[in-house]
């Protein structure tokens, strides 16, 4: 789905040379330029069509600077046409020489531009060049700006970036920070366009901070606009959503409907994305009635295309057709390229679904050989070729497509510098993986299929661990499934989640076996309500949850037959399924019970850091024991119980095997300069915090040093670590929120991240009461030479037995072991 996710518009500052003597008009007029700046678009036509009414003789000087204002003005509403037809009359001859006249070609420059008139802005700017290099040298800046703009909307974006870096360097000579702020952003605009996101984002940074100082509302707006761009491309959708909504907000109240309609498009991309198709349309909907006020004539057909797609994705390919030929009724002539290839790219989508496959692979091919093409775009097109190669039967063209689908998603991918923005990547482009297994499987290759699926899998993790190369390629080496399986002596199950149909390998040390599912539509709801029951406290097996026991069914059920009772099983989820505990789910026959009872659980998160474990457990067992903090705030009270649980776990570990930092000396400096690595285990006692924005922002939360107080992920990361087991006795310490490929992002994640073997850590909030006696048995099973699997299975089943409240799942379940390198 295509989005007009950048906004290039050329941010102006005034330079009021010239100006008359008197104090009024000048004042007037200088209060509308700074209004102009900061973005309060109405209140400066407001004070502009006042100047204009006061000298309205053509002959006053005073009548061109409020004309040539107000021209500028209706450029930043995307009123172009009004603003060139304003600009139309040549100036007096007294004037030829002025910043007026810089000004007036500036506005001409930019207007003609955004209607696609592009020889026309070229002429106008090299004349504006031209007078500012003899008279207006302080105008530079801006000529070089708008010349960025200029090669941007050309598809020069390397071209564009230069421009605006020489617009920065002129904006820093002149001690011009609007000017300073604008070349910001556009640099981020051109690094997006140029699929350099994570650089987008450092730029745009940047500008946001400057502008946010100055109080340049409407640039702020546009930031946020262009950083969602760059965060949707990234597959980081809640933080591209957030950026994009507070974009479309603030310029609904800045007037600036033009911008304004941009970032609807970025929301309702996000929807899209999400497979939130009604929420899309609805966006899109709203926004078309604005976009027919415009004079942007393309808007409209950006926005039927986006319509197009939405109705291809729920099956009404004759209301997609009917948009579709509503955009090309009023296609214009000088269409952007993206919306060319966007336009291409529904077409192909429509005589898809109409079995036209001829032409659906010709529009595809068409997009696929377009230099101009978006990348993700061309990784689209040759994923729906392939789809059309395979309704051919034209088997091997159609796998060729998609490795080369693939290899494009991965080029992008190996180019994101940042690993937390490496992180979200996939996101975006995991259904054309899907596309892919789900050829494999019908060409009845599941051994093939599981090998793309593993593509996906926790590629950061693995890179960063060395267990993976940052590049990887179709097929894997040295892929052993049944090896791993045999080594580990347990059953695999390893997860795909797809929006209309799943699949399940489950892997024995014997053979794989492929089963499908049911598609995330159906299991996701059940997932969603079933971890409402449990963290609500209910006795899920007396009431006989029927979502504990379809989701079972739906998960287990199929492969239960090669899962021989007190197997050890590794679980490797998808999608939702990173948010519940299997243990959990309820086994129906022959007694309603929970699964934990028949088997031995792990989680992991990809066959490639499997087939790296080596845990031997350790002949020095020696214990760091952190927690029983000083509360940092009124956030994070003391913990009542955390004394209790601390005496619990150090009594397993003599005096001379174990270091413990707890109260005021549990301190996150502390904690790193005991050098964590020379242990084998480590325990925390603490609150945790969970960020799902950012989840590198996750912190273990210990106590005050000054302001310092919390152990981010983002810094655990950087500590390599041989921990044999870490232990996280922390409210959601596995993360909040998962990514595609990637699973649950937080401190479990950073733990294994920094090399630990194995991570315990919570799916929800903790039980201050029931978690120490758990840990009291999970460590008394450790010390007498049990795996940590067997340990933390035995503490919940003292509970899950015990004739208490703590039997319900709420106390004993939200602790999973993450299986590490």
């Not at 100036?91 to 030829?96: A, E, M, R, V, Y």
């Not at 267990?467 to 179709?474: I, N, Q, V």
């Not at 595609?740 to 194995?758: D, I, P, Q």
Request: with cysteine; hydrophobic share 40%; charged share 25%.
């Amino acid at each position: 789905m295509a989005v007009r996710g950048w906004l290039v518009l050329a941010w102006v500052i005034c330079v009021s040379s010239g100006c008359g003597a008197l104090f009024r008009p000048r004042t007037l007029y200088e209060n509308a330029w700074l209004e102009l700046r900061r973005g309060d678009l109405q209140l400066a036509l407001r004070d502009a069509d006042r100047g204009l009414v006061h000298y309205s003789d053509p002959s006053a000087e005073w009548h061109w600077r409020f004309k040539i204002l107000k021209a500028e003005i209706l450029v930043w509403q995307h009123r172009n046409e009004e603003s060139l037809a304003l600009n139309a009359q040549e100036l007096p001859s007294s004037l030829i020489h002025s910043d007026l006249a810089v000004w007036r070609r500036l506005s001409q420059t930019a207007a003609s531009t955004y209607i696609q008139k592009l020889t026309d802005a070229e002429h106008f700017l090299d004349e504006a060049d031209a007078l500012a290099r003899a008279y207006h040298s302080e105008l530079r800046g801006q000529v070089a700006l708008r010349r960025g703009t200029v090669f941007f909307w050309k598809g020069s974006a390397a071209e564009a970036q230069a421009a605006y870096r020489q617009a920065m360097e002129f904006a820093r000579q002149e001690k011009d920070p609007f000017l300073e702020a604008a070349a910001l952003g556009s640099l981020g605009v051109a690094a997006a366009k140029q699929e350099h996101y994570d650089e987008a984002l450092d730029w745009n940074r940047k500008a946001l901070q400057l502008s946010q100082s100055i109080g340049a509302r409407s640039s702020v707006a546009r930031i946020h606009g262009n950083m969602g761009w760059s965060l949707r491309e990234l597959g980081d959708f809640e933080n591209a959503l957030s950026d994009y909504q507070r974009a479309e907000e603030a310029s609904a109240q800045n007037g600036q409907v033009g911008d304004q309609i941009y970032w609807l498009t970025g929301i309702s991309s996000v929807n899209y994305l999400q497979h939130e198709y009604r929420a899309a349309e609805n966006v899109l909907t709203q926004a078309l009635d604005l976009a027919r006020r415009q004079d942007d004539k393309t808007i409209p057909v950006e926005y039927l295309n986006d319509l197009a797609e939405i109705a291809l994705e729920t099956d009404q390919t004759e209301a997609a057709e009917r948009y579709y030929a509503e955009a090309t009724r009023i296609e214009p002539a000088g269409l952007e390229p993206s919306e060319v290839q966007e336009s291409l790219l529904v077409r192909g989508r429509i005589a898809g679904a109409k079995r036209e496959l001829t032409q659906a692979g010709e529009c595809f091919q068409k997009l696929i050989s377009d230099p101009k093409a978006d990348t993700a775009q061309r990784w689209e097109a040759e994923a729906r070729l392939a789809r059309v190669y395979a309704d051919e039967g034209k088997y091997e063209k159609a796998e060729s497509e998609f490795r080369h689908s693939l290899a494009t998603i991965e080029g992008v991918r190996s180019s994101v510098q940042a690993e937390d923005l490496r992180l979200s990547f996939l996101s975006s482009a995991i259904a054309f993986y899907d596309d892919y297994i789900a050829f494999l499987i019908s060409r009845h290759r599941p051994e093939d299929a599981l090998q793309v699926a593993e593509l996906s899998r926790a590629r950061t993790l693995a890179e960063g661990l060395g267990a993976a190369p940052k590049t990887l390629s179709f097929p894997l080496l040295n892929f052993q499934p049944l090896k791993i399986a045999r080594r580990m002596k347990s059953a695999l199950l390893f997860y795909w989640l797809g929006q209309k149909q799943s699949y399940l390998w489950v892997i024995t040390p014997e053979k794989v076996m492929c089963l499908i599912l049911a598609g995330a539509t159906e299991i996701d709801p059940l997932v969603k309500s079933y971890r409402e029951a449990v963290l609500g406290g209910r006795d899920v097996v007396a009431a006989g949850n029927s979502e504990g026991e379809k989701l079972y069914t739906l998960l287990i059920g199929a492969a239960k037959k090669v899962i021989p009772p007190d197997a050890r099983v590794i679980v490797l989820p998808d999608g939702s399924l990173y948010g519940l505990n299997f243990e959990t789910l309820l086994v129906p026959d022959p007694k309603r019970h929970f699964w934990i009872e028949d088997v031995t659980l792990t989680t992991a998160s990809s066959l490639t850091l499997l087939a790296s474990v080596t845990q031997p457990a350790p002949n020095d067992r020696n214990l760091l024991l952190v927690g029983n903090a000083v509360s940092a705030s009124n956030d994070f009270p003391a913990l009542p119980q955390a004394a209790s649980e601390m005496e619990r776990v150090e009594h397993y570990f003599g005096e001379s095997r174990r270091e413990v930092l707890a109260g005021a000396q549990a301190t996150p400096a502390a904690f790193l300069k005991r050098q964590p690595e020379r242990f084998a285990y480590l325990h925390f006692v603490t609150h945790g915090s969970a960020s799902r924005a950012h989840p590198l922002d996750s912190a273990v939360i210990l106590s005050p040093d000054g302001d310092s107080f919390k152990l981010y992920a983002r810094d655990i990361v950087k500590h390599p670590l041989r921990a044999y087991l870490v232990t996280v006795s922390a409210c959601n310490g596995s993360g909040t929120r998962a990514y595609s490929g990637e699973g649950l992002v937080g401190l479990s994640w950073a733990f294994l991240r920094a090399g630990a073997h194995n991570v315990i850590a919570a799916l929800w909030e903790v039980n201050d009461a029931s978690t120490p006696q758990l840990m009291d048995k999970l460590y008394r099973e450790l010390s007498q030479g049990r795996d940590p699997a067997t340990a933390l299975r035995a503490a919940k089943l003292s509970l899950l037995h015990s004739d208490s409240v703590f039997s319900k799942p709420y106390y004993w379940a939200p602790f999973q072991l993450y299986a590490g390198s």
